[in-house]
């Protein structure tokens, strides 16, 4: 996977999952060493709030590690509305207060090559806000902005509930109308097109689906869920999909919940070690001497094939306590003939959770290490 171009740029600057599963778990295992995928920083960091000794974040691309060195060194030294404003999480927007961001980042105790890296991605794009920097956003805030063009704002309203009943209520009332459809149908047709995410963003990488049913069927479904078990204004995901951006702080990850930033600042600015590291996670377990209570996989092993996908956890086996709880997402694919052999599945204790988590794109697995 390193020499693909997918794995050497910015594709994440938000996150597209929901940390909040696997913080719900840390909350209840208490890891002492956790050892995650890093991404834009945003899917380990909340984590930090357990107290960990120490987390160990993966990456292949450098300017992951770089955002993930951002976002914790702002986290560990500033307060939250700083935080908000710096990325352009709401009730700010990317474009504000960039004289501000300008300041802040001169401030800013970070490495010569993470300096390097955001000042010339600034000095690109004005001194707005990262958000929207990624790759995967980039490609998911251009569809709704595509077909806001052609339908308007008719679709705003579908964020004004604060009361699962009423929403409940005016989509029972909505998805009768062919035409009020129109819109939620070209956005799974577009989200459902493996052709179009090959093209412009996996370059060639997208997961080889194995889950039964169609493209259309699998994101229909997942829409259903979301929209069954929670506001729409508050969720992140739904508001990239039909606004192309965050507009209510109600639906802000889980890195800028004032409750979720405080332990974490708090567990950073007591000691807990984060530790960047760019490798892939099988390399990197293979030389480790390190032992950790909890992995987060994130979806790694949906590119899996061959002897990585069958022997993936038996390569953790080394760096994982007895007991160890590992996470792996699975996005439209679920790896095949895995060596599950000294692991127990105990998914379905975390059940509760998974039905929670903001994203429902993932079916998703946890695996006990019990030797």
């Not at 702002?74 to 352009?88: A, E, H, K």
């Not at 997942?222 to 729409?232: D, H």
Request: one cysteine or more; a positive charge; proline letters at 4%.
């Amino acid at each position: 996977m390193t020499g693909n171009a997918y794995f050497n740029s910015l594709n994440y600057s938000i996150a597209n999952e929901d940390a909040a599963f696997e913080l719900g778990i840390c909350r209840q295992i208490k890891p002492k060493k956790i050892l995650a995928i890093c991404g834009s920083g945003a899917r380990f960091l909340p984590l930090a709030g357990v107290g960990p000794e120490k987390i160990t974040a993966l990456d292949l691309a450098t300017q992951q590690l770089a955002l993930a060195d951002l976002r914790r060194t702002i986290m560990q030294n500033y307060p939250l509305q700083d935080y908000l404003r710096f990325f352009g999480y709401p009730p700010y927007s990317t474009h504000e207060f960039k004289a501000e961001r300008a300041a802040l980042f001169s401030e800013l105790n970070i490495k010569p090559d993470t300096r390097r890296y955001f000042s010339e991605l600034f000095r690109k794009i004005d001194w707005d806000g990262l958000l929207y920097q990624g790759r995967w956003e980039e490609t998911f805030i251009g569809i709704p902005k595509k077909l806001r063009k052609i339908f308007g704002t008719a679709y705003d309203s579908i964020f004004q509930f604060k009361d699962q009943k009423e929403q409940d209520a005016f989509f029972a009332k909505k998805l009768k109308d062919k035409l009020w459809c129109s819109v939620p149908a070209a956005v799974l047709m577009l989200m459902g097109n493996a052709t179009f995410f090959n093209t412009v963003l996996y370059r060639g990488s997208f997961v080889r689906k194995n889950i039964p049913g169609s493209y259309f069927e699998f994101y229909s479904n997942a829409f259903k869920r979301l929209f069954a078990n929670g506001l729409a204004r508050e969720n992140f995901f739904l508001q990239i999909c039909f606004l192309g951006r965050l507009q209510y702080p109600e639906g802000n990850p889980l890195e800028v919940h004032p409750d979720v930033y405080a332990a974490a600042q708090k567990a950073l600015q007591a000691g807990t070690e984060i530790e960047l590291v760019e490798r892939d996670v099988l390399g990197f377990a293979a030389k480790t001497q390190e032992k950790y209570d909890f992995v987060s996989l994130s979806n790694v092993p949906s590119y899996f094939s061959g002897a990585p996908e069958s022997n993936y956890l038996q390569s953790l086996t080394r760096c994982l306590n007895r007991g160890a709880l590992v996470v792996v997402r699975c996005y439209l694919r679920i790896p095949e003939g895995t060596d599950t052999s000294g692991f127990v599945d105990v998914s379905h204790e975390y059940s509760e959770l998974a039905a929670k988590e903001k994203m429902q794109m993932y079916r998703i697995l946890v695996f006990k290490y019990v030797g």
